[in-house]
Every structure is written in structure tokens, then in C-alpha cells.
């Protein structure tokens, strides 16, 4: 059965949204969804058929000072209001359909990194907590979050070891894929500033995670080209941005949100004959 792959990308992936949503508009539902960080945390408003629920979010609170703000950083430890974000939003302003979500056959699996082993997990979706505390570890960007405790265990963003599991999902028995990327083709990642000063400041606190920040740009690259050889083969279809429409991480402009998200919609009607191929080839 095929997979849906999600990466992240904070604010990106509401280009993913734009697809999902067209996804759960024409009925597809993919046995099995995986991602990392802001991807899969909007992949789960897919598995609960939720349309628009990322959209509406991200419009409305973008520039709401609990959502994202300086000022988090004296509460929540993080950009982002952890509280707010991911538990007053979820279980209160815009509620997310357990019942939905529960009952539904998809398997979805959520990538974290291990602060200690330096190694991606891959979480039991299912098992999401009211504080979504799963999601939050997905999207721990060290500094912009804190590490995040979950079962016993701290986490950071799964985008450091694996941000593109396809592999994962290959492992996993799924040989034919919709992976949908949230950068452009022939986009080629380089090493960051930000990567060196955390694997420079982390180095002591958690050693293991500094060869995965050092090599996240080498590791993302090969993977964007594995991607782009199951899809010469036929196994995968690709949805991503064009250059032309892209946003940034963080970015600001709605007006540029809103298109990315209407071009995500866009591409996967377009793609929509292929897509539903996956599911009976």
C-alpha cells in the first residue's frame, strides 16, 4: 500500500496542507502517513479530515504574540507559546477531531531525534497525548524550542536525523509513495550558520547530536535525489513548490501564504489521476 512522506519546514509545509486538504476533498485516504516537524504535525489534520484546520490556523495566528513571539521565551522557554500552540489551540479555539482521528485505519508515524543517541524515532502517532506533546517534540528546533521530554526521554526535531523519511517508510513494506517536499525543485541545502553554533554549543550537553547538525545538509541532499530516483522509476510522485512560489521558514507575508497553500490544493488536483494510480498498481 502506498505512503504519504511529509516533510517539514515551520511555515512551509502549508503548502502540504494545500495537498492533503485536496487529498481528503477527493476522498483519498493513505494507509500510512509519515514526516517530521511541522509537516506531520499538519499531516495529522489530514488523518482527522479536518480541511483547512492548518490554513485557518497559521492565517489567524501568525502574528498573535502567543502563537510566535519573543516573548515566549520568558514562559515556554520558545519562540513558539508551546502552551498555546499546541494545546489551547488544539483542544480549545480550533479542536481536533480525536474521535475522527482514533478511529481511522492510517497508521501515522512521527520522526524525532533522540537528544542522547543522536538517532531518529519513529513515534506511534496514535499514541498523541492532550498536550500533543509528541508534536511539540517533532518540532523542537533546538533554541527556537527547548528539548522536549517525552516518555522519559528528550527530543528535538526529527528533521536533524531524517527529514525525509522515505526511506523509513520503505523499511516499513511501502514501495510506492506521494512525497511531498516543501522546497523547490533543484533546491540543494548548504551547511547553516545556525547548525554550526548548535552543534558548537550542544557539544557538551549532547555530543551525539553534533555530527547529525554538522552533516544535515549533506544527508538532506542525498535524500532529496532518492527521492527523485523512485520517482524516475515510477515509484513515487513528487508535489513541491515552484520557484517561482515558495515561502520562507518563518515567513510573513499572508498573501504568500495563502498562494502556497492554494497552489499546494492546485497541484495535487492536478496530480490527482496519478495519485490515485499509487493505490491499485
Keep these: 500500500m502506498p505512503a504519504l512522506i511529509l516533510e517539514g519546514g515551520t511555515f512551509r509545509p502549508i503548502f502540504s496542507s494545500g495537498v492533503m486538504d485536496a487529498l481528503v476533498d477527493n476522498g483519498i485516504e493513505f494507509p500510512y502517513v509519515i514526516g517530521v516537524s511541522a509537516g506531520i504535525t499538519d499531516g495529522f489534520s ?66 524525532v531525534t533522540n537528544v542522547h543517541s543522536g538517532k531518529c524515532e519513529y ?36 528533521g536533524i536525523c531524517d527529514p525525509i523519511p522515505v526511506k523509513k517508510a520503505k523499511e516499513d513494506g511501502h514501495e510506492k509513495m506521494l512525497i511531498v517536499l516543501t522546497r523547490p525543485q533543484g533546491y540543494r541545502k548548504q551547511l547553516s550558520y545556525a547548525n554550526r553554533m548548535a552543534a558548537r554549543l550542544l557539544k557538551r550537553k549532547y555530543p551525539c547530536l553534533v555530527q547529525p547538525l554538522l552533516t544535515r545538509h549533506i544527508f538532506y541532499n542525498r535524500t532529496v535525489e532518492y527521492c527523485e530516483e523512485l520517482e524516475k522509476k515510477g515509484k513515487a510522485i513528487i508535489l513541491r513548490p515552484t520557484q517561482d512560489i515558495q515561502i520562507d521558514s518563518f515567513e510573513k507575508d499572508m498573501k504568500k501564504i495563502d498562494a502556497i497553500y492554494q497552489y499546494g490544493y492546485q497541484e495535487a488536483v492536478k496530480n490527482m489521476k496519478q495519485i490515485k494510480r499509487l493505490f491499485h498498481e
Design 46 to 111: 489530514y488523518v482527522s479530515k479536518q480541511v483547512k484546520r492548518n490554513y485557518d490556523i497559521l492565517m489567524n495566528y501568525r502574528y498573535d504574540k502567543r502563537y510566535v513571539g519573543i516573548r515566549n521565551y520568558l514562559t515556554d522557554k520558545s519562540l513558539f507559546g508551546l502552551r498555546f500552540a499546541y494545546e489551547t489551540i488544539a483542544n480549545e479555539i480550533y479542536p481536533f477531531d480525536w474521535k475522527t482521528f482514533l478511529e481511522s485505519s492510517t497508521e501515522i508515524k512521527v520522526g
Design 123 to 158: 513515534l506511534d502517532g496514535k499514541e498523541l497525548d492532550k498536550h500533543c506533546t509528541m508534536l511539540k517534540a517533532t518540532c523542537a528546533i533546538p533554541f527556537v524550542f527547548p528539548a522536549i521530554e517525552l516518555n522519559h526521554k528528550l527530543y528535538y526535531d526529527g
